[in-house]
């Protein structure tokens, strides 16, 4: 045996849907320990370990009895001298191996029929040991053209296996090759002779040529900031689900549950009465829990100064405190578990995210433990095999990026990223827009958390002004918008199945609010950079109304995925730490950065709610007031306050979305004509009491349904404004309506029914109704009924 990490299944060919699992589950987890002995030892013995892969390899079709005898072989297209074949098994979640061969026997011959056969291996008079992770070499001296594997005792009624490799002349033959079995419906037959994947098949990852020294960096200053104060919300829309989020904030779990794994951890006593962890997410993902509370504590409280919610955010910062090593060392984990499940990107990120937002929301104390953590991590022993050995290795990118833009970061959290964790193929792909980049992104299952993959790029773009991380970068938002996004807005790629580019399924998982968060985040990047690029806002604009405000369930709690026919996901309104449940409470905190944006000259209205933004210009505080009932009606009118005359320009976004050209009035006067798309400019001295107002163009849309799930009649989703539609009455399980009127007879049938603004009767139709979507409940519905042509 030699130590492989196991390289597994050709995942992205696959076509059996599998059961979804919650996004932090599909990776497969390394032992909990790391190897006694040190990656030089391994060099010096020879031990090779290879990265691991998403756990879909060939499995054969399940047999009545163990007994049942299986064969897979491989064509080699000619007679080759065989030097050795490798078996590289499936692996679960916890290193543990999934149906190896428990006997076999390993034959080449001439003839595909193995009428006559030379043996390579034979392991059929007892039971192989199951190999965990570790590959199974197989030493040979014979010459064929065929290979095969003879299984005479099953594990499980089936086996499985990760990757076959038949080794000449020191390189493997087999790849490529046709593959053929003695049961017909077998799955994934391709994995067993896949190609190496673009950045090799070798845990570690360490690449010093790709770190740019600090003294050559030449920052990219964003153009505009996004405030991170300063903004006080009218009662409203937004304002109610803030309100809502701290309700959930403070009743899903208790401070001492929060912080019980880092006491576990530090050997702290736990106080009793404590309900017991959820499965996974607290037991796998250790700390993940306290980085959710306060992503969401800490927004929410840089705009709403509630109390009890400051009360409990500062406990878990002190508790974090609390149980810091004298090494800087802070996570609920101990260092040497690391590569288990999630811990080294998922969990660190969460606690890294969470620090953040409450070193700006809550006590800059976070700021110093996260200095003192990252001063261990960015010199950690584990580092060159995070990338590859670590589950989602590739997330772990975006907690050094975020730490570096903090206060307290230093040149080393971004270098640490590109020496081992930069993938230059994977920028490359990314820059020529290559699809491929995504939804078969090689070395785990690709699905919206590569957004969290994206993002780090765009911060190493601002901070050492290489291009090709602005390449890479837009390269991957262009693939995201082109090709996995609903109308609406919600991120049509999720993990567990396969998303091919535009396949738009309505019936397998997609739009995870976790998702549309991290979109939320990247396009408001985008936006700071080229704020007059308006396309930027709009995508945050639909990700809140139709993703984030759409899964919020009351204060009960936060749902998984946004469902667009059928019933809403009753998967999560409970509380279970779930990944959308933590960055839904972080967007639901942060929706006041998205409303104004502040430049050196002035400020950007983005999107449209009650609020007042107060900021200083000129050495003066000015204060915009921003009276509005939008989305339920279209007026909006900004009053400014100041003590004096100040020079500033203010930008009104004019969305994309609107049906118009769109006047821009100053004191009752027009004075400039908006297009959609852009951003219409006001630079002028203005004084106590100037009023800008507005009346936004909202107006209906139609999108015909060109997804992998066509029906006999066409389907159309409705959008209003920013705001996708749902329609309810006559809608069955599945979400099916039919109207049974042309689709360009629709918009001309849509009435307004009184006392509740956003909901539309059809003329002639008793049986349906239109309502935002984020108002629907429980009933049934769908975004996408069929009209005729």
């Known amino acids: 045996m030699e130590n492989y990490k196991s390289s597994l299944g050709d995942a992205h060919r696959l076509r059996r849907p599998l059961q979804l699992l919650p996004c932090a589950l599909f990776v497969l987890a390394a032992p909990a320990l790391l190897p006694a002995r040190s990656r030089a030892d391994e060099a010096e013995m020879g031990v090779e370990r290879v990265a691991r892969f998403v756990p879909l390899g060939y499995r054969s079709l399940p047999a009545a009895s163990d007994d049942t005898v299986r064969w897979v072989q491989v064509d080699l297209g000619q007679d080759r001298q065989i030097d050795k074949v490798k078996l590289l098994p499936l692996a679960g979640w916890g290193g543990e191996g999934i149906g190896f061969p428990v006997r076999f026997r390993i034959d080449v011959s001439d003839d595909p029929a193995f009428k006559i056969g030379a043996p390579i291996a034979d392991r059929t008079a007892a039971d192989y040991p199951d190999p965990a992770d570790k590959v199974g070499v197989f030493p040979a001296s014979v010459a064929g053209r065929f290979v095969r594997l003879t299984v005479t005792r099953l594990r499980g009624k089936q086996f499985s296996l990760s990757k076959l490799e038949v080794w000449s002349g020191g390189k493997d033959v087999a790849e490529g090759c046709a593959i053929s079995d003695s049961v017909a419906g077998a799955i994934g037959k391709t994995a067993l002779t896949r190609t190496p994947r673009p950045g090799g098949e070798e845990v570690v990852t360490d690449h010093p040529e790709n770190v ?78 306290a980085g959710r509370f306060l992503m969401g504590a800490g927004n929410t409280l840089r705009w709403i100064d509630d109390p009890h919610l400051r009360a409990a955010a500062n406990r878990v910062v002190d508790g974090i405190a609390e149980c810091r090593r004298s090494d800087g060392y802070i996570m609920a984990y101990p260092p040497e578990t690391i590569f288990r499940s999630e ?9 890294t995210r969470g620090l953040v937002e409450a070193g700006y929301g809550v006590n800059p104390k976070a700021f110093d433990l996260l200095r003192g953590y990252y001063d261990w991590f960015d010199r950690c022993p584990y580092l060159p095999e995070l990338l590859r050995r670590a589950g989602q290795g590739v997330q772990g990118m975006i907690g050094s990026t975020r730490m570096y833009f903090t206060p307290r970061g230093k040149p080393l959290d971004l270098q640490v990223v590109q020496r081992y ?36 790029y765009l911060d190493l773009y601002r901070a050492t002004g290489a291009r090709k991380y602005l390449d890479a970068a837009q390269g991957g938002w262009e693939l995201y918008h082109d090709d996995w996004e609903h109308p609406g807005g919600s991120i049509a790629i999720c993990e567990g199945d396969t998303y091919e580019p535009k396949s738009y399924y309505l019936h397998r998982h997609t739009g995870e609010l976790c998702g549309s968060v991290f979109w939320m985040r990247y396009n408001q990047r985008f936006h700071l950079l080229y704020p007059d690029r308006e396309k930027y806002v709009g995508e945050i604009e639909k990700s ?21 026919v059928g019933k809403k996901d009753l998967s999560c309104p409970i509380c279970t730490n779930s990944c959308c449940e933590g960055q839904g409470t972080s967007g639901l905190g942060s929706i006041p950065e998205y409303l104004w944006s502040l430049a050196p000259d002035g ?57 118009g050209s769109m006047p821009v009035l100053v004191n009752g006067k027009p004075v400039v004509m908006g297009r959609p798309g852009t951003y219409a400019s006001l630079d002028r001295t203005w004084k106590e009491g100037d009023s800008i107002s507005f009346t936004l163009p909202m107006g209906f849309r139609l999108v015909r349904y060109n997804g992998f799930e066509q029906r006999e009649l066409a389907r159309y989703s409705l959008e209003y404004g920013p705001i996708l539609m749902a329609l309810t009455g006559n809608v069955n399980d599945q979400g099916y309506a ?52």
């Open 603 to 659: 400020i950007s209205v983005d999107m449209f709610a009650g609020s007042t933004l107060t900021w200083r210009q000129n050495e003066r505080i000015v204060k915009a007031h921003m009276i509005t009932d939008f989305p339920f009606k279209p007026q909006v009118r900004i009053r400014l306050s100041m003590a004096g005359p100040t020079h500033a320009r203010v930008r009104i976004r004019v969305p994309a979305w609107a049906s």
């Open 738 to 789: 039919k109207l049974g009127l042309p689709f360009s007879a629709l918009l001309g049938r849509l009435k307004p029914v009184a006392g509740q603004p956003l909901h539309f009767s059809i003329e002639g139709d008793k049986e349906h109704r239109y309502l935002p979507y984020w108002q629907v409940g429980d009933e049934t519905f769908t975004c996408y009924p069929t009209l005729e042509e």
């Open 343 to 351: 811990r080294a990107a998922y969990t660190r990120t969460w606690v």
């Open 421 to 456: 964790f930069q993938e230059n193929y994977w920028l490359d792909e990314l820059a020529r827009r290559d699809p491929k980049a995504i939804w078969q992104y090689p070395y785990d299952h690709p699905h919206n958390y590569l957004i969290t993959s994206l993002e780090p």
């Open 212 to 289: 740019i020294p600090a003294r050559l960096w030449k920052p990219v200053p964003y153009r505009m900031e996004a405030p991170l104060s300063g903004i006080r919300l009218d009662d409203g829309l937004f304002l109610s689900a803030m309100r809502n989020n701290i309700d959930y904030l403070l009743t899903s779990f208790s401070v001492d549950e929060l912080i019980r794994p880092f006491r576990e951890r530090a050997g702290l006593p736990i106080p009793a009465g404590l309900r017991p962890p959820i499965g996974f997410w607290d037991t796998d993902l250790p700390g993940s829990n």
């Open 544 to 564: 809140i109304y139709n993703v984030v405000l759409a899964n919020q369930v009351g204060t009960k709690g936060i749902r998984y995925h946004a469902n667009l």
